[in-house]
């Protein structure tokens, strides 16, 4: 059993391990650990207290998959809801679909009863309103709502840097300063040697309204086949989208690869890509043996994740490898 998770995940991590150590599927123990991340609010890339959109709202993908029957449930650009990964786990468990977005996402959510949350807390408005009103000359800002032309500012603001400081990278939980700066990934092995992966996440923030990342895109945001292995992404879901990152890894491992290989294969994938929008990415994965592999790609600063094996009494936060595209 392995669970390997990134440092977003932190507040999630131990409920997923202690899941998988007392037999849960890894389904149950990827969602549960996840709910637990999207539900704190100190975690603004993800759930409640997410950063918001260009216009002020927060809009969550979210995305699990099992490697066993290949199934995947994913969400994408839903508001108004507290678990984006619960939403997704019911479309795989429920419908005969992959992916919803938008209004019908929403729609289903409250058909299947899912819980409600203004996800958008007084911290997250207050940044997203010194953002609107540093970059947006007044003209614009009075038409924001409805007719002003957002496609001039989003470039620039989705890469403006939002990542916290290697400090508040490292304070303590209950310190109430921005932590984290990704989505969410959790890919774990079960006690049946089954794989499965999960993700959640408020995407880049102020991205354009309706903007999906890779997380809800099965093989660019994660992908999971116990046969093989699998792997997710966080950072820029654009590149994971245009390279079929975490598919690619995956088939590099059926096609024979080790894990390693099958990771510096993708990352020179990602080396392919001209144009558009070029920036970090971290890679994480895991082959069905168990080994874990997690490279932080154009990073500016350390990258940290998460891992338990069972037999280990606590889940460990271990350096990722750095590569320059
Ligand atoms: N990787 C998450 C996103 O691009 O939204």
């Given at each position: 059993m392995i669970i390997v998770t990134n440092d977003e995940g932190r507040p999630g991590v131990g409920r997923t391990a202690a899941l998988l150590a007392k037999g849960a599927s890894r389904l149950d123990a990827i969602e549960a650990g996840i709910r637990l991340v999207e539900a704190?609010?100190?975690?603004?890339?993800?759930?409640?207290g997410g950063l918001a959109n260009m216009v002020g709202r927060v809009q969550l993908d979210a995305m699990i998959m099992d490697g066993d029957t290949l199934e995947s449930g994913a969400v994408g650009a839903?508001?108004?809801?507290?678990?984006a990964i619960t939403i997704a786990r019911a479309v795989k468990d429920r419908l005969p679909h992959e992916l919803l977005v938008g209004a019908g996402a929403e729609r289903f959510a409250r058909e299947v009863g899912a819980e409600l949350a203004d996800n958008l807390t007084d911290a997250s408005a207050e940044i997203w309103q010194d953002w609107l009103e540093a970059t947006v000359p007044i003209a614009d800002r009075a038409r924001w709502q409805d007719s002003a032309a957002l496609a001039p500012y989003v470039r620039n603001a989705i890469k403006a840097d939002l990542l916290p400081s290697d400090d508040d990278i490292t304070a303590?939980?209950?310190?109430?300063r921005p932590q984290g700066a990704d989505t969410t990934v959790f890919l774990a092995i079960d006690h049946t040697g089954a794989l499965g992966c999960g993700v959640s996440t408020s995407g880049?923030?102020?991205?354009?309204?309706g903007r999906l990342g890779d997380s809800p895109i099965v093989g660019a945001g994660a992908y999971a086949d116990s046969r093989y292995g699998a792997a997710a992404c966080t950072g820029t879901g654009e590149m994971a989208i245009r390279a079929g990152t975490s598919r690619s890894i995956v088939l590099y491992l059926k096609m024979g690869l080790a894990l390693n290989e099958a990771v510096d294969a993708a990352i020179d994938d990602l080396r392919g890509?001209?144009?558009?929008l070029i920036d970090r990415i971290t890679i994480h994965a895991i082959d069905a043996a168990g080994a874990s592999r997690v490279v932080a790609v154009n990073a500016q600063q350390d990258r940290q994740f998460w891992q338990w094996r069972d037999g280990e009494a606590k889940p460990q936060r271990i350096q990722a490898e750095r590569v320059d595209l």
């Amino acid at each position: 059993m392995i669970i390997v998770t990134n440092d977003e995940g932190r507040p999630g991590v131990g409920r997923t391990a202690a899941l998988l150590a007392k037999g849960a599927s890894r389904l149950d123990a990827i969602e549960a650990g996840i709910r637990l991340v999207e539900a704190d609010p100190a975690i603004r890339t993800v759930g409640r207290g997410g950063l918001a959109n260009m216009v002020g709202r927060v809009q969550l993908d979210a995305m699990i998959m099992d490697g066993d029957t290949l199934e995947s449930g994913a969400v994408g650009a839903i508001e108004g809801f507290a678990h984006a990964i619960t939403i997704a786990r019911a479309v795989k468990d429920r419908l005969p679909h992959e992916l919803l977005v938008g209004a019908g996402a929403e729609r289903f959510a409250r058909e299947v009863g899912a819980e409600l949350a203004d996800n958008l807390t007084d911290a997250s408005a207050e940044i997203w309103q010194d953002w609107l009103e540093a970059t947006v000359p007044i003209a614009d800002r009075a038409r924001w709502q409805d007719s002003a032309a957002l496609a001039p500012y989003v470039r620039n603001a989705i890469k403006a840097d939002l990542l916290p400081s290697d400090d508040d990278i490292t304070a303590p939980v209950d310190d109430d300063r921005p932590q984290g700066a990704d989505t969410t990934v959790f890919l774990a092995i079960d006690h049946t040697g089954a794989l499965g992966c999960g993700v959640s996440t408020s995407g880049w923030a102020w991205k354009y309204p309706g903007r999906l990342g890779d997380s809800p895109i099965v093989g660019a945001g994660a992908y999971a086949d116990s046969r093989y292995g699998a792997a997710a992404c966080t950072g820029t879901g654009e590149m994971a989208i245009r390279a079929g990152t975490s598919r690619s890894i995956v088939l590099y491992l059926k096609m024979g690869l080790a894990l390693n290989e099958a990771v510096d294969a993708a990352i020179d994938d990602l080396r392919g890509l001209k144009g558009g929008l070029i920036d970090r990415i971290t890679i994480h994965a895991i082959d069905a043996a168990g080994a874990s592999r997690v490279v932080a790609v154009n990073a500016q600063q350390d990258r940290q994740f998460w891992q338990w094996r069972d037999g280990e009494a606590k889940p460990q936060r271990i350096q990722a490898e750095r590569v320059d595209l």
